[in-house]
């Protein structure tokens, strides 16, 4: 029996304006698997997260959440089917602190009142299980972190809820060495735990030590989705740079 | 760089556990120190100006006019000026935590105040119901302000400009040319004019004081119990010490007898205080332990970020100007109280200006995201204080806009000067 994809994309298309961004993509994602979308820059990555994600819903398109066809308003919506994102431009409050981040929009309470000592434990646990030293303290606001460590907040905030997939767009481009390892680490044991995780990444080196699956976008189009093990590097850059390489992509 | 992550197994490499150390050490009160001037430094001024105005002023103020300033009179003067500003101010706190305003807020008290009149005077209803009306008012006005904004997604600006007239011209056609609707009904009268029993004033500050260490005491021991992030105990004890010292010492200065002849006795806290003591208990507790004072902080920060966090932005939009409408109502019942009467020009001239200016020099920022509750009550007094001091002076009528003008000018150009710092420092 196949397995049922956690996200299924069919016939999406996107415009911002009279500005055409997606034509006609396809796109699976599968539990307990890695699969990481490439394609150069403006090629539409993070458009096809936005909607994804529920941020700019598609024009038109099937989408498909664990086989059922569903429609998304708003970002509300995604997580309550349980998709998280990480957004390239983070989306992270600046005034409020690291554990206010992390449960914004989904703050426990306990009656009318927040309950602050529970969300802060969490927290702290779940930044602890993604290693990060040197961020002080949990209150700390997230206007005087660096740009890595508002990137492991926003990674931090996605990992907090039992979601079914999760979307990182570009996670690991501000952060240093040991920091990419955590994450790409990380994103394994997601799929490991049988979520569908979607990586987003102009690292080709991540791509293929972490990925199962890497999907191409090129110009808008959807060219290739094919296993990780059934392509060499040299054939996803040319797919990225050109939309084809030999048999694969687009036709010639 | 070479990643070799094994696929389908468990992870291989040891994840090192990590230490959040600031949050388990244990703080002290030099820490404290430090951290808040770092604080200070990097733009985040907090309640400082305000307190320090406040002991300036009156400093001056005692100078300048040493016999009466401080008179007992004076002072309870001094704090039914300071109702109306308050809470309109309160309310603006909402709206300004946005980055919104609401130019409107001023007349918007002064229609509420006549709804209110008219329903008392030409109706012939009891109180109650006419201030129920009045804070109706206040929320249909609020919720248009709020449509037109987060909906419609005209400019705040505009829309409270346009109300600003538009309000002015329904409260003179309530009000008919040249009149004025007096108040006379006893409650209605009392919030302003009248005081509470000495002994009722006395228990009411010491509830408020215990309650106060209760829930601040409370908090600490619950966080520092978890190993959680605590402020030091010393500065809990003595923010705790300061807060029960202000309130006792005003209410010992509210509790001496000021009536001008020895034959009558007037004494005790004016009723408006409590009710602005119970609105800025609800406006913290609201934005400081709510889910929804929280979103109206995100929103304030970066709205976009908490659309996608799942907040209901339109949704916080609109209400932030339906408390501020709300809140502008209870204060024009109060100015009517005050004055015995309400005016075709209640709420307009130099109200807003004021409430904005207490607000701002309160720590309410400008710019959105960042102000309390209590911002209002500390700016209130402040300008309460100059409004109150250059009466005494008698200054011409010139000077005061000047002064005034010039007073909330220095305020904003603070708030713009700690918000570049903020962001010279990475904030
Ligand atoms: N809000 C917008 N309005 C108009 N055009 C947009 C908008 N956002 C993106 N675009 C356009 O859509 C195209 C795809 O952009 P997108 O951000 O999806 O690219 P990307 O693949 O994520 O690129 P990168 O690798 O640089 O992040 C680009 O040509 C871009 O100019
Ligand atoms: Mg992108």
């Known amino acids: 029996m196949p397995v049922t994809p956690v996200l299924e994309l069919r016939g999406i298309d996107k415009s911002y304006g009279a500005v055409k961004v997606l034509y006609d993509v396809a796109f699976t994602a599968y539990p307990g698997e890695v699969t990481a979308l490439v394609g150069d820059n403006g090629a539409g990555k993070t458009t096809l997260v936005k909607g994804i994600g529920g941020v700019h819903p598609f024009d038109s398109g099937e989408y498909y959440f664990e086989g059922a066809p569903v429609r998304l308003g708003s970002p509300r919506d995604a997580a309550a089917l349980g998709i998280e994102v990480v957004h390239q431009d983070l989306a992270l409050c600046e005034n409020l602190d690291i554990v206010e981040n992390m449960f914004l929009g989904r703050e426990r309470t306990r009656g009318l009142a927040l309950d602050e000592a529970g969300m802060e434990a969490a927290a702290t646990s779940t930044l602890s299980g993604l290693s990060v030293r040197t961020m002080g303290s949990v209150r700390r606001r997230v206007s005087d972190l660096s740009g890595g460590q508002r990137q492991t907040v926003a990674l931090a905030r996605a990992v907090l809820w039992d979601s079914r997939l999760v979307v990182l767009d570009e996670p690991a481009a501000a952060l240093g060495v040991a920091q990419t390892q955590q994450v790409l680490e990380l994103v394994r044991r997601l799929a490991d735990k049988g979520l569908a995780v979607v990586l987003i990444s102009h690292n080709m080196n991540d791509v293929f030590a972490v990925s199962d699956r890497i999907a191409t976008l090129y110009l808008g189009h959807m060219v290739a989705q094919v296993r990780t093990g059934d392509v060499t590097h040299r054939q996803v850059v040319e797919l990225i740079t050109s939309g084809r390489s030999g048999d694969l992509g687009l036709p010639r | ?427």
């Open chain 2, 1 to 427: 760089m070479s990643t070799d992550i094994p696929k389908g197994g468990p992870s291989a490499v040891k994840l090192a556990d990590s230490d959040f150390a600031a949050d388990h050490r244990p703080s002290d009160l030099g820490g404290a120190l430090r951290d808040y001037w770092a604080q200070v430094r990097s733009g985040d001024l907090g309640a400082v100006p305000a307190v320090l105005g406040i002991a300036g002023l009156v400093v001056l103020f005692t100078a300048l006019r040493p016999e009466t300033f401080l008179s007992d009179r004076n002072i309870a003067n001094l704090f039914t000026q300071a109702l109306p500003v308050t809470i309109l101010a309160m309310g603006l706190v909402f709206v300004l935590l946005l980055g919104e305003i609401d130019l409107s807020a001023g007349v918007t008290s002064g229609v509420c105040a006549c709804v209110m009149a008219k329903l008392m005077v030409s109706a012939g209803q009891p109180w109650y119901v006419a201030v129920l009306a009045a804070l109706a008012a206040g929320v249909v006005i609020g919720t248009a302000i709020g449509w037109l904004v987060a909906v419609v997604r005209i400019p705040s600006f505009v829309v409270t400009l346009a109300l600003f007239l538009g309000l002015q011209g329904i409260t003179l056609w309530l009000v008919g040319e040249g009149g004025t609707v007096p108040v006379r009904d006893d409650v209605i009268v009392a919030l302003a004019n009248k005081n509470m029993p000495v002994a009722l004033g006395w228990a009411l500050a010491v509830v408020c004081a215990v309650g106060y260490a209760a829930s601040q005491f409370w908090r600490w021991q619950r966080q520092s119990a978890r190993g959680l992030a605590a402020k030091p105990v010393q500065l809990v004890a003595l923010r705790v010490v300061a807060v029960a010292v202000v309130l006792l010492a005003g209410t010992y200065l509210l509790s001496q007898d000021r009536a001008p002849s020895p034959l009558i006795t007037l004494a005790g806290i004016p009723w408006g205080v409590p009710l602005v003591a119970v609105l800025l208990i609800i406006c913290t507790f609201v934005l400081g332990r709510t889910a929804y004072g929280r979103h109206v902080y995100a929103v304030g920060g970066n709205a976009e970020a908490a659309r996608r966090a799942g907040v209901n932005v339109t949704r916080i939009r609109v209400s932030v100007f339906m408390i501020a409408s709300t809140l502008a109502a209870v204060a024009g019942i109060v100015a009517a109280s005050r004055l015995n009467s309400v005016t075709p020009s209640e709420g307009s001239g130099n109200t807003l200006l004021y409430a904005v200016g207490a607000a701002v020099i309160g720590g309410t920022s400008l710019f959105g995201g960042r102000g309390k509750a209590r911002d209002a009550v500390l700016g209130g007094l402040v300008v309460a204080i100059i409004d109150n001091g250059l009466g005494l002076l008698g200054t011409k009528a010139y000077l005061n806009f000047l002064i005034t003008g010039s007073v909330l000018l220095f305020a904003a150009s603070i708030d713009a000067l700690a918000r570049r710092r903020r962001s010279a420092t990475g904030r």
